[in-house]
């Protein structure tokens, strides 16, 4: 047994010296168990909620408290007007829309069958049928605590009708391709933007690069260009194929959608280029790449799970996930046909992000050269 004991001494102090593959190794799978715990949920909760009431009576008021009272629709707008509805819908503003027709209370009262449409996004098809099942349990509910109409002494009814926006035939690929943008070009440019560059560094071409007349920006245009036109060619033939083979609708503008593709690789190129600046061998970038990038694009970008199921905590983490912001914007642009005007925000975010992490990567590589 002593050539075993020297070779587990061995192993040991091997993973003494390399403490960032350790540390890894025992966080990743405590922050996985964290993620998956918190991200994966199927319910829904803080559903955004717009009423269109144009004569509020005694019953309108009454259903509207109904929505409010429970922990799962926070009311965001009451508005006068259907046409109020589209830029709530657009903006994201609103998930779910309760429209009254007029003379609601009275037809409660003279035992005719009321009417209101329950309007939802299914951007989500999962996330809206959930939003219209809990729609129309909210309504049942009021209707059954009501009492019999005094005109015909018997129970009231309320008719609601349901339709879908934006995704009305609930196509799983809606919401998929989008988000799979998000996670291919993830791959691409961060990941193996990563791998690349530290490579160099363990075949030793970075180092003569670092002590070249090259300037740290010059090296890092050198590196990431490639890249940068890979990633474009892959947003065009993705795009092309969500047309051709998934029947994606493209409502929105093209040009506009190629533009936030480039500006989300650059985010994705940047983040691939200081992790490869801050680790030294290829096993340690890829598994901060997938620590750093991946998984948080798949759990807390909205890709998959409604964010508005998810704790605070995680929700605000997602501020800093580059994929938040570009799926966002891809779903507006191609199920929405929204423009610059609504996605500005979303944009601003990851034109920040692409700023900062360039510039860290520049301060890394000078650190280096020092």
């Known amino acids: 047994m002593t050539p075993l004991a020297g070779l587990l001494r061995k192993e040991w102090f091997h993973i003494r010296r390399d403490r960032r593959t350790a540390a890894v190794l025992i966080a990743l799978p405590v922050v996985q168990v ?8 199927t319910d829904v909760d803080d559903v955004r909620l717009a009423v269109v009431d144009p004569a509020p009576d005694s019953a309108t008021i009454a259903l509207r408290n109904r929505f409010a009272a429970g922990d799962v629709f926070r009311t965001v707008a009451v508005v006068p007007r259907t046409e109020d509805l589209d830029p709530l819908f ?10 009254f027709y007029p003379g609601f209370a009275e037809d409660l009262g003279n035992g005719v069958p009321a009417r ?8 989500e098809p999962n996330t809206g049928s959930l939003l219209q099942s809990y729609a129309q349990s909210v309504v049942e509910g009021y209707a059954r605590s009501l009492p019999a109409s005094p005109a015909t002494q018997r129970p009231v009814s309320i008719v609601a009708q349901t339709r879908m926006r934006f995704n009305p035939t609930r196509e799983s690929s809606n919401l998929f391709v989008p988000g799979l943008m998000a996670f291919v070009l ?20 970075m180092e003569a690069l670092l002590v070249s007349p090259l ?3 010059e090296i890092i245009v050198g590196k990431v260009t490639p890249y940068l036109a890979i990633g474009f060619v892959s947003v065009v033939a993705v795009l092309v194929e969500a047309l051709l083979v998934f029947h994606v609708p493209l409502r929105g503008s093209v040009p506009l959608l190629l533009f936030e593709g480039a500006l989300y690789i650059l985010v994705s190129l940047s983040l691939g280029i200081l992790i490869s600046a801050r680790t030294s061998s290829q096993r340690v970038a890829m598994m901060f790449a997938l620590l750093g990038t991946m998984l948080p694009n798949i759990l807390l970008s909205g890709f998959i799970f409604p964010l508005e199921s998810m704790p605070a905590a995680l929700r605000a983490i997602s501020y800093a996930v580059p994929g938040r912001w570009f799926v966002a914007i891809a779903r507006g642009i191609m199920l ?8 500005w925000r979303e944009t601003l975010f990851l034109a920040a992000m692409a700023s900062v992490l360039l510039a860290a990567s520049i301060r890394s590589f000078n ?3 020092e």
Do not use: H, N
């Open 34 to 41: 964290m993620l998956f715990g918190y991200a994966i949920r």
């Open 90 to 99: 657009e903006s994201g503003t609103a998930q779910q829309a309760i429209v």
């Open 116 to 123: 209101l449409l329950i309007l939802t996004d299914a951007t």
């Open 186 to 205: 993830t791959i691409i440019s961060s990941l193996m933007t990563a791998i690349s560059l530290t490579r160099e560094k363990e075949t030793g071409t």
């Open 215 to 217: 300037r740290p920006w």
């Open 336 to 343: 929405k046909g929204i423009g610059l005007d609504y996605v």
């Open 367 to 369: 650190e280096r050269l």
